[in-house]
């Protein structure tokens, strides 16, 4: 994992200069390595160039990185606060840019975990 960062440490580095190497170093520590641990390598660029392209002149810190990489990806807006089996009523329908949507007519024939297994499949 820490070969696959080295790039896009790099670029981090590149846009940030030395803002962000003195607060996180020149390479990626265990915590960075671990909370970028769930996420692809597109994902992961997807996050850093909306960060490059926001303008903001501030270092992201992790938290920040991974709210970019969620909000490219569309992972926000598919959060749920409750377990997905009890707020799924209908099939779920990837409508593109991260829109889940309800997909009616709802199936009488599926259950609530039929949908919440749907839904899993989509990420």
């Given at each position: 994992m820490k070969e696959r960062l080295e790039p896009i440490w790099a670029a981090l580095s590149d846009?940030?200069?030395s803002s962000f190497v003195n607060q996180f170093g020149d390479e990626p520590s265990s915590m960075w390595i671990g909370g970028l641990s769930a996420y692809n390598e597109e994902q992961i660029r997807g996050g850093i160039v909306g960060l490059i392209n926001s303008g903001s002149p501030y270092a992201p810190n992790l938290p920040t990185v991974i709210g970019?990489?969620?909000e490219s990806s569309g992972w926000r807006h598919a959060r749920q606060s409750k377990?997905?089996?009890?707020v799924l009523a209908a099939p779920i329908v990837d409508r593109g840019e991260g829109a889940l949507m309800i997909d009616a007519p709802v199936d009488k024939e599926k259950t609530p975990a039929d949908y919440c297994r749907e839904m899993k499949e989509l990420f």
């Amino acid at each position: 994992m820490k070969e696959r960062l080295e790039p896009i440490w790099a670029a981090l580095s590149d846009a940030y200069g030395s803002s962000f190497v003195n607060q996180f170093g020149d390479e990626p520590s265990s915590m960075w390595i671990g909370g970028l641990s769930a996420y692809n390598e597109e994902q992961i660029r997807g996050g850093i160039v909306g960060l490059i392209n926001s303008g903001s002149p501030y270092a992201p810190n992790l938290p920040t990185v991974i709210g970019a990489i969620e909000e490219s990806s569309g992972w926000r807006h598919a959060r749920q606060s409750k377990p997905c089996h009890e707020v799924l009523a209908a099939p779920i329908v990837d409508r593109g840019e991260g829109a889940l949507m309800i997909d009616a007519p709802v199936d009488k024939e599926k259950t609530p975990a039929d949908y919440c297994r749907e839904m899993k499949e989509l990420f």
